[in-house]
T-cell receptor
Framework: GGIITQTPKFLIGQEGQKLTLKCQQN?????MYWYRQDSGKGLRLIYYSITENDLQKGDLSEGYDASREKKSSFSLTVTSAQKNEMAVFLC??????????FGSGTRLTVL | QQKVQQSPESLSVPEGGMASFNCTSS?????YFWWYRQHSGEGPKALMSIFSDGDKKEGRFTAHLNKASLHVSLHIRDSQPSDSALYFCAASLTGNTRKLIFGLGTTLQVQP
């Protein structure tokens, strides 16, 4: 079995601040994803990457950047945090058409 | 409009009872479905996938897909308190999970 590790678990930032979330997986999966989960809005895809150095935009990519420098890691940057923003950011990985495996999330609060 | 719609929003069943969840796609191009479950404080975990019409059974869990009506359901028999969680339906255009679209989820509470 494998595991997805997201850091930090909790992230508190200031309005306008650039914030970076990190994700590591040891499944040796090709594809990695970042989803945002807001209360009452399900999960929305921000970015995904099908291989090292590849980036594909999801439905919610505006205001975010991503980076996949290694097969095992995928980071997400909030380019300018919005005041009162509160969400859970979930990282996942998969191989091709198989099931997604999720991390436990990073909870973001912007003051 | 939400492309993957789930009902009900929440559900309460007694321990040992049957829990049933519904999911409908508004886009006929979505043909492949998954069910995920998320316990509080954790990430979602896949329960099962269903790609063909009919029933698929895995232990206490049974999924049913009707592609003509774009409807998929999940049934949990002999529900346990540990089944209390948020259940998501997810759909994709092909079997490729790279564009997986999630519904808003159904919250299940199993009463001991």
């Amino acid at each position: 079995g494998g595991i997805i590790t997201q850091t930090p678990k909790f992230l508190i930032g200031q309005e306008g601040q650039k914030l970076t979330l990190k994700c590591q997986q040891n499944f040796n999966h090709d594809t990695m994803y970042w989803y945002r989960q807001d209360s009452g809005k399900g999960l929305r895809l921000i970015y995904y990457s099908i291989t090292e150095n590849d980036l594909q935009k999801g439905d919610l990519s505006e205001g975010y950047d991503a980076s996949r420098e290694k097969k095992s890691s995928f980071s997400l940057t909030v380019t300018s945090a919005q005041k009162n923003e509160m969400a859970v950011f979930l990282c996942a990985s998969s191989n091709r058409a198989e099931t997604l495996y999720f991390g436990s999330g990073t909870r973001l609060t912007v003051l | 409009q939400q492309k993957v719609q789930q009902s009900p929003e929440s559900l309460s069943v007694p321990e040992g009872g049957m829990a049933s969840f519904n999911c409908t796609s508004s886009d006929r191009n979505f043909q492949y479905f998954w069910w995920y479950r998320q316990h509080s404080g954790e990430g979602p975990k896949a329960l099962m996938s269903i790609f063909s019409d009919g029933d698929k059974k895995e232990g206490r869990f049974t999924a049913h897909l009707n592609k003509a009506s774009l409807h998929v359901s999940l049934h949990i028999r002999d529900s346990q308190p540990s089944d209390s969680a948020l259940y998501f339906c997810a759909a994709s255009l092909t079997g490729n999970t790279r564009k997986l679209i999630f519904g808003l989820g159904t919250t299940l509470q199993v009463q001991p």
